[in-house]
């Protein structure tokens, strides 16, 4: 069962990592200040919009 759980994870993990790295810069900005972090979030779902478009495409 942990074998399983642990492919599963693997198979997502950059995944995972890109994710958790724009959350953190996104909580980042905001410490920065409000504005800032508004700004980042725009970003980040423009970045996420397009790169799942991207993936999209290929297959």
Known sequence: MIKNLFTAIWKYFDVICF?????????G???????AGIFS???SLI????LSEKIASLQ
């Open 29 to 35: 900005c905001f410490l920065l200040s409000f504005i």
């Open 47 to 50: 970045v996420i919009g397009y």
């Open 19 to 27: 994710l958790a790295a724009i959350i953190f810069v996104v909580w």
């Open 41 to 43: 979030v725009a970003v």
